[in-house]
């Protein structure tokens, strides 16, 4: 059944709505395991969206490992392995203070993962976190959300404790855990929306600075002061709203 995804609730990201369009395939068995994903152009049109959005709706059941992309074939659905993994249910940020509570997780989880990070991180481990701070600049330049990359950086910081549980959960928590702040207006090129944004780059600058010069602590206390900022203002913009 053929679904426009253009006039869904603008809280999430179209990618994300995408996302879980596709695990709710798969997951009744629209997709078998082992079978091929349609092509990108075939999602494009069947949903009304761009390439861009369709590749990040991938990325994300790569990241829940419920497919993988061999080059040059295609994408494949993963056979699901026994018991249900931990995830966040679209209909657990239903509401500004499920995502002020999931922000409370984050924080216990991704301050630890950013300090053992300083300490273990890779050269080509600060490439990738480049590359995501890179990304998330040019969608600010753009007048865009920058929500996928703001979740990429996160996910790069998990990458680098070496330690694949970290991966594992922000890969099971997704793209849509990252919130973003209820300003006066939904439009990306707002104003107040771009110094949000903005103020939100030049935390991540600084938990990455503090991972590259492998300062544990620093690392620690700028993620910390990262993930806290954005609960204080998810607080505030639910003080105003009420």
């Known amino acids: 059944m053929n679904r426009d995804l253009s006039n869904r609730n603008k809280s999430r990201t179209l990618s994300t709505e995408l996302a879980h369009v596709l695990v709710e395939r798969i997951r009744s068995g629209g997709y078998a395991p082992g079978e091929k994903l349609p092509k990108e152009a075939a999602f494009m ?10 590749r990040e709706a991938i990325s994300y059941l790569q990241a829940v490992n419920m497919a993988e992309t061999r080059h040059g074939i295609g994408t494949f659905v993963l056979r699901a ?7 966040i249910k679209p209909e657990q940020l239903g509401t500004l203070r499920d995502t002020i509570a999931l922000m409370e997780l984050r924080i216990g989880i991704e301050t630890e993962a950013a300090a053992i990070a300083a300490a273990r991180r890779t ?4 490439g990738s976190m480049r590359t995501a701070l890179d990304a998330f600049s040019a969608a ?3 007048g865009q959300d920058a929500a996928s990359a703001d979740f990429q950086f996160h996910r790069e910081i998990a990458l680098a404790t070496q330690n694949s549980h970290f991966a594992e959960v922000m890969g099971s928590l997704g793209p849509g855990v990252i919130p973003r702040a209820r300003l006066a207006t939904d439009a990306p090129d707002h104003p107040n929306r771009q110094m949000y944004l903005k103020l939100v780059h030049q935390e991540h600058e600084s938990i990455f600075n503090a991972i590259r010069n492998q300062d544990v602590d620093s690392a620690r206390a700028a993620i910390r002061t990262h993930l806290s900022n954005s609960r204080e203002r998810l607080r505030k913009s639910d003080t105003q709203a009420n």
Do not use: D, M, Q
């Not at 392995?81 to 995830?87: A, K, L, N, Q, V």
């Not at 050269?123 to 600060?126: K, P």
């Open 45 to 54: 049109e069947e949903f009304g969206v761009s390439r861009t959005v369709v």
């Open 81 to 87: 392995e026994e018991g249900t993994p931990f995830r």
């Open 123 to 126: 050269e080509e481990n600060l």
């Open 140 to 142: 600010i330049e753009a």
